[in-house]
């Protein structure tokens, strides 16, 4: 369990933890595991949405250009800004030159115009647009160079180790860079943080603008009614990339392949691993947010005891049929004396699977314990003592 030094829990030390396994409720074993399919692509990625664990992968960490994936920043962005209402997606931004002059996949927008937000992340999302993603970038930070920044920014706060852009384009960089487990990681940020936008706009086909149709270059789309966005990319450098989520049997996994030999590559490889994740694995649900766990005591406490919670719903993706093999490893804190608030951990439980752990959760005190009265401490001093 990782604390602050100066915390109440750091005080107490490592000394003080107190492990206990408990095993979880068994299903009965159905057959193993397979390996993951033969994949040819350079880097590629398995991910459970609702748990976060990567279920398979291969270099899955690897720097690669990553072409118009680039995009699904620029809609995080652009997103959180719908969301804080900064813009609606009435909001018109003023076309730019540089943003006509773009190459690459474009919306064909055209210079002096108006063109709502709206319009705009369509021809992000299903057109693939360079010059969609120029103008939100302008419209949203003022200027290309700023949203790029404030692009990094975001990549650092989310937690992508191996992403850094230079541009809002993908087009060819040696700076511009990510991996198959950040694209995954922030296309899961993307599903679970705007739902609804992501529902608006990542599962349309088609758009037409200004007399134009293009069709959604996931290709999935029509092949899978399961898989409902997001993205894929293609330059000479980056290869094919297809970054794509599906839904089914109430799980939602995310395939990320980069560096596929062909459309039609990227499209099948991409398939393979949903279909492998929904065919071998299962979610569970093991402690549901601010619901009691246990209840342990706190010293000098008014009260002297408190339920002890997880913040967030803790899951686990776990080879289905092998639920029985799982074991929870519960680790608090010997002695906890008050005051005690809900902000500062007691201790931390795991979910592990054959030496390996799947999923972890801090845990807190439900309620903020005071520092009880004299008489109190005094009675419970000499009960403890005795």
Same mark, same amino acid.
């Given at each position: 369990m990782s &604390?602050?030094?100066r915390? $109440? ?9 107190l492990l206990v396994?408990v @095993?979880?409720?068994?299903l009965?074993?159905?057959g193993f595991?397979?390996?993951p399919p033969?994949m040819?692509?350079? =880097?590629w990625?398995?991910?459970? #949405? ?6 398979a #992968?291969?270099?899955?960490? &690897? ?7 680039t995009?699904l920043?620029v ?6 800004a719908l969301?804080?209402?900064s ?17 690459g ?10 063109? =709502?937000?709206n319009d705009?992340l369509l021809?992000?999302?299903? *057109?693939?647009?360079n ?5 939100l970038?302008?419209?949203? +930070? ?6 790029v ?7 650092h706060?989310?937690g ?5 852009? %230079?541009?809002?384009d993908g087009? $060819? ?10 694209? +995954?990681l922030?296309?899961?940020d993307?599903?679970?943080t705007?739902p609804a ?7 349309v086909k088609?758009?037409?603008? *200004?007399?134009i149709?293009?069709?959604n270059r996931v ?10 966005g ?8 980056a290869?094919y990339? %297809? *970054?794509a989520?599906?839904h089914?049997h109430? %799980?939602r996994?995310?395939a ?6 062909s459309? #039609?590559?990227? +499209? ?6 949903l279909?492998y ?5 299962r ?5 549901? @947010?601010?619901? $009691?766990? !246990?209840?342990?005591?706190v010293w000098l406490? *008014? $009260?002297?005891?408190?339920a002890?919670v997880?913040?967030?719903t803790l899951?686990?993706?776990v080879?289905?049929?092998?639920? !029985?093999?799982?074991r929870l ?7 906890l004396? /008050?005051?005690?608030?809900?902000t500062?951990p ?5 979910v ?6 799947? /999923?972890?959760?801090?845990l807190?005190? =439900?309620?903020?314990?005071?520092r009880?009265?004299?008489?109190a401490?005094?009675?419970?001093r000499i009960?403890?003592?005795i």
């Amino acid at each position: 369990m990782s &604390v602050s030094p100066r915390s $109440p829990a750091a005080r107490l030390g490592l000394s003080a933890l107190l492990l206990v396994a408990v @095993a979880l409720p068994s299903l009965r074993a159905q057959g193993f595991l397979p390996p993951p399919p033969p994949m040819a692509a350079k =880097s590629w990625v398995l991910l459970d #949405a609702q748990s976060g664990q990567v279920l398979a #992968a291969h270099n899955r960490n &690897v720097h690669l250009p990553q072409a118009s994936l680039t995009k699904l920043m620029v809609a995080y962005i652009t997103f959180t800004a719908l969301t804080s209402h900064s813009v609606s997606p009435h909001t018109r931004f003023t076309i730019s030159t540089a943003a006509w002059r773009t190459g690459g996949s474009r919306m064909f927008l055209n210079p002096g115009t108006q063109v =709502s937000v709206n319009d705009l992340l369509l021809g992000l999302i299903v *057109d693939s647009g360079n010059d969609a993603a120029v103008a939100l970038a302008q419209g949203i +930070a003022g200027s290309r160079a700023g949203f790029v920044a404030l692009m990094n920014r975001y990549a650092h706060r989310l937690g992508l180790k191996n992403t850094h852009f %230079m541009d809002v384009d993908g087009l $060819p960089n040696p700076d511009h860079y990510s991996s198959a487990l950040d694209i +995954a990681l922030l296309s899961r940020d993307i599903i679970r943080t705007f739902p609804a936008l992501y529902h608006r706009y990542f599962a349309v086909k088609s758009f037409t603008w *200004d007399h134009i149709t293009q069709y959604n270059r996931v290709t999935l789309l029509w092949s899978d009614t399961s898989v409902d966005g997001l993205k894929t990319g293609y330059t000479t450098e980056a290869g094919y990339c %297809m *970054d794509a989520s599906a839904h089914r049997h109430g %799980m939602r996994l995310i395939a990320v392949v980069m560096g596929a030999g062909s459309e #039609a590559a990227r +499209a099948r490889e991409a398939e393979a691993l949903l279909n492998y994740g929904f065919s071998f694995y299962r979610d569970h649900r093991l402690y549901v @947010a601010d619901r $009691p766990i !246990r209840t342990i005591s706190v010293w000098l406490g *008014d $009260p002297g005891h408190a339920a002890v919670v997880v913040r967030r719903t803790l899951w686990a993706t776990v080879p289905r049929g092998h639920y !029985r093999e799982t074991r929870l490893k519960l680790a608090l804190l010997r002695r906890l004396r /008050a005051p005690w608030s809900t902000t500062t951990p007691v201790g931390r439980i795991g979910v592990w699977f054959h030496g390996r752990e799947l /999923a972890s959760r801090a845990l807190y005190l =439900s309620r903020p314990v005071d520092r009880a009265g004299w008489w109190a401490r005094l009675v419970d001093r000499i009960e403890r003592w005795i």
